[in-house]
């Protein structure tokens, strides 16, 4: 019972520090989310949205019309194509009213408008978290907003975010240039990709990180790869993110991880088994644990696919048997004797 408890701690503390679980990580985007939240705006009109029109006291004008592809709309006994996208529903609204007025219509017109369905500001969220979704931006959003709204992230979720962005002006607003605290790639001549760190995002402090999002973004949480504990030196064999939000595994994560060492263990015997990404070939890295445990050694980062072999040792199970099998027979000459 003891050595399961002691497995369970291992599980979640390595060093005193503690590992954040899912739910952890998910409440902490939430409360950041909410703090970052601005305030309600107009969100330009864009192609595709539908537009519900009202002209006061006078009903025959009041009508639904949906923005063009080429970003205009069509108005009765207007000549020509009214331009609406990119203007804010307040700066269409005036700009209907004096389109009213110059065509002799309505000689003081109240025009009021609002967007009542929303096609042209879709933001894309795929990848590892917890609802893959197309958001619809109707206000300045930034990126814990976004990852928010779709439930935070997953279990297996690798340690960058990474955004992939428009970059003609006419478009879409460009990403922050001036932001030297995310990495801007242009991948190419109309697009650039973001990488953050997701560390940087939830732990720095740092609102810099927390960059607004756009219409026409993909934000994109790529999932990590796994990393192998087996052995019989360990406690539950299995698989484990090499990402644990945001965090690199090491070889003393990947133990605790696994619910620590069993007591057969022989620590400074294991092995990583890593293949060569150049021969394919497996290599041999031996790992003394129980130095890294008492700082004598460097703690070892681990790549996707390793495989952390911890063999077991046969005095230690023998002198156990030994041991086991003297407190059953101490055991059954009590109760025999009724003590």
Do not use: C
């Amino acid at each position: 019972m003891l050595l399961a408890v002691f497995f369970l701690a291992a599980a979640q503390t390595v060093y005193g520090q503690q590992i954040e679980t899912p739910q952890q990580t998910n409440a902490k985007i939430q409360q950041l989310a909410t703090l970052a939240r601005g305030r309600p705006v107009d969100t330009p009109i864009g192609a595709g949205d539908l537009l519900h029109i009202d002209v006061f006291d006078v009903p025959e004008l009041t009508r639904e019309v949906r923005v063009s592809e080429s970003g205009d709309i069509g108005y009765p006994l207007v000549p020509g194509k009214i331009p609406a996208a990119g203007l804010t529903p307040f700066q269409l609204q005036a700009k209907l009213e004096q389109l009213l007025i110059e065509n002799g219509l309505v000689s003081h017109p109240q025009v009021s408008i609002f967007v009542k369905e929303q096609v042209s500001q879709p933001v894309s969220l795929v990848g590892a978290v917890g609802h893959p979704m197309v958001y619809q931006i109707i206000r300045p959003t930034t990126l814990l907003e976004l990852l928010a709204q779709a439930g935070g992230i997953a279990d297996d979720a690798g340690n960058v975010v990474m955004i992939t962005r428009h970059t003609n002006p006419g478009m879409v607003p460009v990403a922050a240039k001036d932001n030297a605290d995310v990495s801007i790639d242009q991948t190419s001549p109309d697009s650039e990709t973001i990488t953050i760190r997701l560390r940087d995002l939830l732990e720095s402090g740092n609102a810099a990180f927390d960059i607004p999002v756009y219409g026409g973004d993909v934000i994109s949480v790529p999932r990590a790869g796994i990393v192998y504990v087996t052995g019989a030196g360990i406690a539950q064999p299995g698989g484990y993110v090499v990402q644990s939000r945001g965090e690199q595994v090491t070889v003393l994560k990947a133990v605790a991880l696994a619910h620590g060492l069993t007591w057969f263990a022989k620590a400074d015997a294991a092995v990583i088994l890593r293949s060569d990404p150049v021969t394919g070939k497996k290599d041999t890295i031996p790992v003394h644990i129980k130095k890294i445990e008492n700082r004598k050694a460097d703690d070892v980062p681990m790549n996707s696919n390793d495989i952390l072999y911890v063999p077991d040792s046969a005095g230690k199970k023998a002198l156990a048997r030994g041991t086991e099998v003297a407190i059953g027979v101490t055991t059954g000459l009590l109760i025999y004797r009724g003590i």
